[in-house]
């Protein structure tokens, strides 16, 4: 997949010069000897600058891991720390960072050997709060070499995301649908996060589209789309359409990228675009987001802006579905009760229209034609939507979303995609998540999120969870269990 970076994390080990200075260099050796044996020794650069109390030397270090290629950076109090130097470190660094402390290794050692950095972690954090700097610091930061290589390998995948997103842009075409308030949302937090978005009009896509054919790359796509449909291309007539549609969109990227390193795009897909281009884009979606380029439906700026964020944190596909329908009683009782662990309650169906990459759905999938949209214009002019069972596994479902009073709140839940045909259309699963009932209710509606939520086909919970905390959002959701209510929840039900 492209669209990925892979950061690489400069070790900084620092030292308060009332403390052996040699405490934090050989836990700094140690820190990234246990990481090279365990994960891969490319993802991080041992800093060989010890930095004491000299804000020179914080110069020093910051140059060198800026010389070395590093866009992030790991600050490791090997001992108490210089609380001033440590911090501007991390002020002056311009990628995404995080803190760690060594812990004490023997009770044999605790005259010189003893490092305090459980204690320099506190006024670190204080430092970072006064001088108003983000800075990654895990559950509990203080460990042995082992344990601190653990967390900077847990904070890569936050590493990656912050570093993409001031690496972003996001091309839209069209406003939102009209009657479909949903996605409609400030664009202000895009800049506070360091996004770029370029807003186009659908005409302007129309006309690129229009000039793109009789392109002589089209045969070779359409090639490719009939060896991925196989069985399932049973609407060959509008293959050429599509591939000219993606052609004009991937060539829409590289000629609009400008200075960033990743795109994304949110795109209009009604109303009037069928009856414009003749066809509806849910596949040629699938396969961009299939190749990283993630494509939101219904000019959803921040559902794309969610999808980008879960690919950078999985490394892998992801897909935007809507929270759409409840499961029948007769179905929840015939192929899941007493056979999965999980109420009623518990389950929903995620859908779209035929967004979904291949690769993440059962093996029976069919191109067709869009059934809502065909209930009320031809057959022929919706025909474009990829129709398969979302393949059963584990997932993640949240989104990123600016309120209209212009704050940022989030959502994250982990659950699965169960081997239950839905027996319905679309790209389309039977999901289930621990206690979605309630979370629908007091996180979901009680929040006033939107319809659509963002999917990863792993559990990445925790990642996720770390990357909204990094982009300072205000209200973070996730499905609590029945012991911990919710604000809003009626105790008395």
């Known amino acids: 997949m492209i669209n990925i970076p892979k950061v690489k994390v400069g070790i900084v080990a620092v030292s308060r010069d009332c403390f052996p200075e040699s405490l934090a260099v050989n836990r700094r050796k140690a820190l990234v000897e246990a990481y090279t044996k365990k994960y891969d020794a490319a993802d991080i650069y041992e800093c060989p600058i010890c930095i004491v109390e000299s804000e020179i030397d914080m110069v020093n270090a910051l140059e060198d891991v800026k010389k070395a290629g590093c866009e992030a950076l790991c600050v490791y109090l090997g001992n108490f720390g210089p609380e001033i130097s440590e911090t501007l470190l991390a002020k002056h660094f311009e990628g995404p960072k995080m803190f760690c402390a060594a812990a004490e290794e023997s009770q044999a050692d605790l005259q010189d050997g003893r490092g305090d950095a459980y204690c320099g972690m506190l006024n670190a954090s204080y430092n970072l709060h006064l001088r108003n700097v983000k800075a990654y610091i895990p559950e509990y930061p203080v460990g042995d070499a082992e344990d601190c290589a653990d967390m900077i390998h847990d904070f890569l995948p936050i590493a990656n995301a912050v570093y993409a997103l001031n ?4 091309i839209s075409f069209g406003p939102r649908p009209h009657n479909f308030l949903a996605c409609n949302a400030p664009i202000q937090q895009l800049y ?4 770029e978005i370029q807003e186009n009009s659908e005409l302007d896509l129309f006309e690129s589209f229009n000039k793109h054919a009789g392109d002589e790359r089209i045969p070779a796509k359409v090639k490719e789309m009939e060896e991925e449909l196989g069985a399932g291309n049973k609407k060959p007539e509008i293959l050429e359409k599509l591939a000219q549609y993606e ?3 991937l060539d829409w990227v590289e000629a609009n990228r400008g200075y960033r390193k990743y795109v994304a795009i949110a795109g209009k897909c009604w109303p009037a675009f069928q009856t414009m281009f003749k066809f509806v884009p849910c596949y040629v979606n699938s396969r961009l987001t299939g190749m990283g380029i993630p494509v939101s439906c219904e000019v959803d700026i921040y559902g794309c802006l969610s999808e980008f964020i879960g690919q950078i944190v999985s490394g892998d596909i992801v897909t935007l579905l809507d929270i759409n329908n409840s499961v029948p009683k007769d179905m929840y009782n015939e192929s899941i009760k007493g056979k999965f662990d999980y109420e009623l309650t518990d389950t929903f169906m995620g859908f779209h229209c035929g967004n979904t990459c291949t690769k993440k759905l059962c093996s029976n999938y069919e191109m067709k034609y869009q059934k809502i949209m065909a209930r009320a214009l031809p057959v022929e002019v919706t025909n474009g ?11 993640t479902f949240f ?3 600016s309120t209209s009073d212009n704050k940022l709140k989030a959502y994250v839940a982990e659950g699965e995609v169960l081997p239950v045909a839905t027996q319905s259309f679309g790209g389309i699963g039977v999901f289930a998540i621990k206690e979605m009932g309630r979370f629908y209710r007091h996180v979901l509606i009680e929040n006033n999120f939107p319809h659509h939520g963002a999917v990863t ?10 990357v909204f905390k990094y982009l300072g959002v205000e209200s973070l959701g996730y499905n609590q269990p029945k012991s911990l209510p919710y604000p809003t929840e009626n105790p008395f039900k």
Do not use: C, S, W
């Open 167 to 170: 690496n972003l842009k996001i």
């Open 192 to 195: 506070n996060m360091g996004v």
């Open 247 to 249: 052609l004009t969109l």
């Open 385 to 395: 939507t990829l129709e398969g069972d979302i393949a059963p596994g584990n997932i």
């Open 399 to 401: 989104r990123l979303q």
């Open 457 to 466: 086909f792993a559990h990445n919970g925790k990642a996720l969870y770390e």
